[in-house]
Structure formats: C-alpha cells, structure tokens
C-alpha cells in the first residue's frame, strides 16, 4: 500500500535485492512471491458468466487506484463506474518513470509529514485527448455522465488530497458525475467496517474502519448506491457466495509483468447458478499482494458482503514484488509508471503491458469485446 521512498531508493541501487534502506531506515519487502503467509494451489481456470454489460464497474486503493483510474479512463466503454481511494490523474507519473511518480502523484512523504505533490492534471488531460483522438484508449466521451466515487482521507501522508482533487476535476471536467468522500480525518488507506487499522492510522494491511457519528462509515456502501440505486442489505453473516482462486497466467501474468499466477474472484450463488449479475474489478495498493498479507484484502475490502446479495461477481487481481532483470516493483504496486514495460509511457493505454492482462480477466469473466 505505501508507495515508499524505498521503491525509487531500489530503482536507484539498480533493482538490488530488498532488505533495509541505510539512508531512510525503511525495510524494503523481500521480492519474493513466496513470502507471507501460505497460499492455496493456483485454482481452476476462470469461468465465464452471465455479466450484464451495463454493469460492469473497477474500483481500486492506493496503486491500485491509480491502475483503476488507467482502466476506466482506457476502457470508459466498458466501465460504468468507478470507486477511486487515494489515487491519481490519468498518465501522472507520464513518462518519467517511478522518479516523476513518487514526487508528483503520491509514494513519498516528505519530512513536513505531507505527501509529495506537483499537479500534473493540465498534462494528463492533454495526454488523455490526445489518446482519445488517436483511439489507443476509448473515447473521453464516455467519461460523461459516469458515476464515479472518490475518497481523500484529510490526514492522508501518502497520497496528497490535493492530488485527489485533481482527479476530482478530471472527472468534472469530462462531464462523470462525482462523489467526492473527503471529510474523514483518514490515514491512507482502503475504508471498510470491516478494516483492522484506525481511520486515522498507517500501517499494514492498510484496512481502515471509520466511524461517523457514532456508526461505523460504509463506504463501499455509499459507491455501491451510486452505481446500482437501492441496495438489498449488506449479508453481514455467513456469506453464501464461493471465494476461490484463479490461474491468472492464462491472462499473461507472469513475473514479466509483476503479477502473481493466482487471483481470487467471489462468485454470489445465483451468479454461479446462471442469474444475471454484474462485475467488479478490484485493484489492492502496494504491500497489500496475497504473498504479503494473504487474503486479507479480498476479506476485510468490504465488498463481498454487499456483493452477495447484490448480484455481483468480484474480482480481485493480485500482484507480486519483483527486481532486476525483471520490473523493478519490490512492495508489488499495480503498474501506474510504467515498470512493466521498460518505463514505456504505453503504460496506460489499452496496449499497455498489466493493462492487456488486467482487461484480458474482464473479457474472460464477462465476454466483452
């Protein structure tokens, strides 16, 4: 999830093995898919099922939000909606690699206990015209009238708020309609009531719970309203649905592009059974990859348990850490540098090296072109 300043450190010695950092004191995580706790077997090929195209959404955290924002924007024919926590500008890091990244978009604190930030918002949107017009990514025009659910965390040290501001006026600008959530005095992180750290307290996995007058705050809740209208109640015993994993290699992921060989989807009953359901593609930050923390991401994100009684397939992507000679990617970020692909500014257009794979998964699940 912290897009630390022990990325662009590694990147510095050369893709060097992970361990500390001398001049920050960081710990860098050991690129290792086989760290963390135990795994299951890598699943059962992914199935096909009854997706109604018209409710097909992506909703992320950290650098999985800033990967979300890259899929929407790229495929805003395809996506309905999006859930966007502490993420970035379409293309912010643009071609300058984990360096620009970090200093402009989010990933570095700076000794003040802010996020770094410099606005890139006049560039991205240049580069997203200028995509839309050469059709490497869909049409901007299908940007207006999306919904789409921003979340700022007032005290967030990772992700400035003032970066999410600007994504709140890219969307503006071409016309989404936007709930912009950004009045909880939040630490960086996914919020859920069913998150283990304190709103307003960093550290891993990076599952916050907050609370609003005196009620635990549902925020997937509130995004799942905008995209869907009313909602039949959140299943807060047993689930009925399946949580299994998936070989995620028959989509090409592979350490070449930084992602594990197993994913996990959450399959409702009536989805398995053949009823019409939509889907949601669910991207986790840094340091939040399986290898690392399990299945705590795909349990505490809070979303299974409105999905299960609201006809929704859940689909959760997983990364791995990974050095030279391969991308240099050591806490297992969703790329939104560029890393997978040599720092190719492609990175964020429908070629892009994680992108083919991540939209390679919809198509898989849903049937879409």
């Not at 560039?123 to 979340?151: C, F, H, M, N």
């Not at 989807?265 to 669910?282: E, K, Y």
């Amino acid at each position: 999830m912290r897009w630390s300043v022990g990325v662009f450190a590694l990147l510095a010695m050369l893709g060097g093995c992970g361990g500390s950092n001398a001049s920050t004191g960081t710990t860098l995580p050991t690129p290792s898919s086989s760290a963390g706790p135990s795994l299951a077997p890598v699943g059962a090929s992914l199935e096909q099922y009854n997706i109604d195209p018209s409710k097909i959404y992506v909703v992320g955290i950290s650098s999985g939000a800033s990967a979300a924002v890259q899929m929407d924007v790229a495929h805003s024919a395809t996506f309905h909606g999006a859930a966007i926590y502490a993420g970035s500008v379409y293309w912010c890091a643009g071609a300058g690699g984990a360096a620009s990244a970090l200093e402009n978009c989010g990933g570095q604190t700076l000794s003040s206990g802010s996020a770094s930030y410099h606005s890139t918002l006049a560039q991205s949107e240049a580069y997203l015209d200028q995509q839309s017009s050469l059709r490497t990514i869909d049409p901007s025009s299908y940007l207006a009238g999306k919904p789409v659910y921003l979340w700022s965390g007032t005290q967030d040290s990772v992700v400035n708020p003032l970066e999410m501001a600007d994504l709140d006026a890219e969307y503006t600008h071409y016309g989404a309609t936007v709930f912009f959530d950004n009045a909880f005095p939040a630490e960086h992180g996914w919020e859920s009531p069913d998150g283990e750290v304190a709103c307003g307290t960093k550290h891993s996995p990076y599952m916050i719970a907050c609370d609003r007058g005196g009620s635990a705050y549902d925020s997937v809740g509130t995004w799942l309203t905008m995209f869907l209208g009313a909602l039949a109640p959140r299943n807060n015993g047993t689930l009925a649905g399946t949580l299994t994993t998936f070989d995620q290699t028959e989509f090409g992921a592979s350490s070449n592009v930084s992602m594990s060989q197993r994913g996990y989807i959450f399959v409702p009953q009536d989805c398995a059974s053949g009823a019409q359901c939509g889907l949601i593609l669910a991207l986790h930050g840094c340091l939040q990859e399986a290898g690392l923390i399990g299945r705590t991401w795909v349990t505490e994100a809070g979303i299974n348990e409105w999905a299960d009684t609201n006809h929704l397939v859940v689909l959760y992507p997983d990364t791995i850490a990974s050095a030279s000679p391969g991308p240099t990617n050591p806490e297992a970020c969703f790329d939104w540098w560029g890393y997978s692909n040599q720092d190719d500014p492609a990175y964020a257009l429908k070629s892009g090296a994680q992108m083919r794979v991540l939209y390679a998964m919809v198509q898989g699940i849903a049937g879409v072109n």
